[in-house]
């Protein structure tokens, strides 16, 4: 009998309410049996069902595509927070374009290579995080050009714009976060 549930990030997620048109019979059969699987010791609720549907979903489109859209998603809000700190600390940064933008190139450039190398060791998780650190290298030679005094650091999971010592060597500060350049 297992005691302990394994928390999933999923369930620590703000919530949004979902409307779908079923069945009321469909319905009615599960609101009938929700009292009746009681008595066995079991419970379940419509809206853990339709969840739990939705993730599996995700799961299932996952294994067709490569894409896990949860996490691509979770990566567009960390990127749309950190367009609009720019935009709070640094009015100065001109955009190239947008966080739809950046998601679209990326998403294409994803599934051009996983369907050309659908047998290989590519995995979403390993060319999220490496495009998460390319970008970090675009960004913070961006902010070098221009001759910012900021940079972007990817700390904790989030990426905060912080502020750098005239003297500091760009190089040697990414390379610490393992965000050097790869021509190296």
């Avoid at 367009?83 to 739809?100: A, H, M, R, V």
């Avoid at 902010?143 to 904790?156: A, T």
Wanted: aromatic share 10%.
């Amino acid at each position: 009998m297992q005691y302990l549930e394994k928390i999933d990030e999923r369930n620590l997620d703000s919530k949004k309410v979902v409307g779908a048109r079923v069945s009321e019979h469909v319905i009615a059969a599960l609101n009938s049996a929700g009292d009746d699987i009681n008595m066995f010791g079991y419970n379940f609720s419509i809206s853990k069902v339709i969840e739990k549907a939705l993730n599996n979903t995700l799961l299932e489109i996952k294994e067709k595509n490569g894409i896990d859209y949860y996490k691509l998603m979770k990566f567009q809000r960390k990127v749309e927070k950190l367009y609009d700190d720019i935009k709070l600390f640094l009015p100065e940064w001109e955009f190239d374009g947008s966080p739809d933008d950046d998601i679209s190139v990326f998403k294409e450039s994803f599934m051009n290579l996983y369907s050309i190398k659908a047998d290989s060791t590519l995995t979403f998780d390993s060319y999220l995080e490496q495009w998460e650190k390319d970008c970090i290298v675009a960004w913070n030679q961006h902010l070098k050009s221009n001759d910012s005094l900021q940079e972007i650091i990817l700390k904790d999971g989030y990426y905060n714009i912080v502020m750098i010592s005239p003297n500091a060597d760009r190089e040697e500060t990414l390379n610490k976060m393992g965000l050097g350049s790869s021509d190296e």
